[in-house]
């Protein structure tokens, strides 16, 4: 099939491009932009005028709950509400249940989502055997298997000695290594961040010497092993520098957060909002605006949604006992508009932490617009004006904290290899 893309304007960080032009696609691959491949004939078209044009997002930690928590949601669900939030690539770490530390799991999670249809998948394999801590996982026949990096994911490693092994392993395989900054004693089974607002509500803390601490150990080992290592879901101003400070020395880093920590502080906390329970712990006003700063000035090369559904009765429990996490996939590009909106980015840098900059730590397939690449797409409408109301949401897990929040610019198409797998219904 033959189609075209007219008068939107098009966004793509990845080659400079921003202007009103036309895209034109051939089954799944975007063959000419601007003008046509000789002998193009569209049979069908597209009109965009007034309309943005950006590549697929590409979210680097999305869980899917399948295999083994369904009660939660399905590979099925959660990759339509991504669709529908305009992400056509996603990462899912690997702490399904079973562990993604075998070929076999891989091929499960990449067959269902084949199934479904609605987003390219992609697994992190384990760090270690069973995420136990122990021993290095098989990395050789995740490699193979098509993962495209290992983490350890929340679960803590037994020794210094284990994470150098498995990062020397890493390196030998050509693996990326996701890790998380997480120090599990200093952390001491805390719930929110360690401050005057935890303090006063009697809950216990996580220190920000958690991050750090972890960060400045395994940055010694990176420098020690040569591994190619991605820091997921920084928090705190002082991990920004610390890697900013390694990137500027040369270390083969890159590093993310969550787009919810780009909102919410410690405050938000403050009357035992269970929707705002999250891992790492919303942190102080200070380190939101130091997270900003590094999106700003290129530390912080990616923004993922940390999407994390769960079932009501998981978030209807004293602040502590609730599982942490957000549903974020619906949320991660409105987000990111309304840091356009205010000015902090500019549309193609917003747009760049979401598709090129995430699509580059993978090395996968997406996050363009370029001529041959796949017809990963999405049109969004800008001046669209709409509140987020979670019982309209796609996903299983409704518990979002931005309910009642008033968002300016909405998906209208997201395709898929030059299909389209969300629409949006006309407004009334």
């Not at 909106?341 to 598709?355: D, F, G, M, P, Q």
């Amino acid at each position: 099939m033959r189609f075209r893309i007219v008068n939107g304007r098009v966004v793509d960080p990845a080659t400079g491009l921003d202007a009103v032009t036309n895209l034109y696609i051939e089954k799944d691959r975007i063959v000419g932009v601007g003008s046509p491949p000789a002998g193009f004939a569209a049979s069908r078209t597209i009109g965009a005028t007034g309309k943005w044009v950006i590549p697929g997002l590409v979210d680097l930690a999305a869980r899917l709950r399948e295999p083994g928590q369904e009660h939660k949601a399905t590979i099925e669900s959660e990759t339509r509400a991504a669709a529908s939030g305009g992400i056509t690539s996603l990462t899912c770490p690997p702490d399904t249940k079973p562990v993604v530390d075998s070929p076999a799991e891989v091929e499960l999670i990449q067959q269902r989502a084949a199934d479904a249809g609605y987003c390219r998948v992609y697994s992190l394999g384990a760090l270690t055997k069973g995420l136990e801590g122990r021993a290095p996982s098989e990395m050789a026949a995740l490699k193979t298997a098509g993962c495209v990096g290992v983490s350890q994911a929340l679960n803590p490693i037994a020794s210094p000695l284990v994470l150098r092994r498995a990062m020397e392993y890493a390196a030998s395989t050509g693996h990326k290594v996701f890790l998380h900054p997480l120090d599990f004693d200093l952390m001491d089974h805390g719930c929110a961040h360690e401050g005057a607002v935890a303090t006063r509500m009697g809950l216990s803390g996580i220190p920000e010497a958690a991050e750090t601490a972890a960060l400045g150990q395994m940055l010694a080992l990176i420098e020690q092993t040569g591994a190619s290592v991605h820091f997921c879901r920084l928090s705190t101003t002082r991990a920004v520098r610390m890697v900013a400070r390694a990137r500027y020395d040369g270390l083969p880093i890159t590093a993310d957060v969550c787009a919810h920590q780009l909102f919410l502080t410690e405050m938000d906390v403050s009357d035992f909002n269970s929707l705002c329970h999250t891992i790492p712990p919303l942190r102080t006003r200070r380190d939101l605006e130091g997270l900003r700063t590094g999106l700003v000035d290129g530390s912080i090369t990616a923004v993922c949604s940390d999407h994390q559904p769960h079932e009501p009765d998981a978030k209807r429990a004293p602040f502590a006992q609730t599982e942490p996490g957000v549903s974020g996939v619906e949320t991660l590009l409105a987000l990111m508009l309304r840091l356009v909106h205010e000015n902090l980015l500019t549309l193609t840098e917003a747009i760049s932490l979401v598709t090129h900059g995430p699509a580059s730590i993978t090395g996968i397939d997406g996050g363009t617009l370029s001529e041959g690449s796949l017809a990963d797409i999405v049109i969004i409408d800008p001046d669209a004006a709409w509140e987020f109301v979670p019982c309209r949401m796609q996903s299983c897990g409704k518990n979002s904290p931005f309910s009642g929040w008033e968002f300016t610019g909405r998906v209208t198409h997201t395709l898929l290899g030059g299909r389209i797998v969300y629409k949006a219904e006309p407004q009334a």
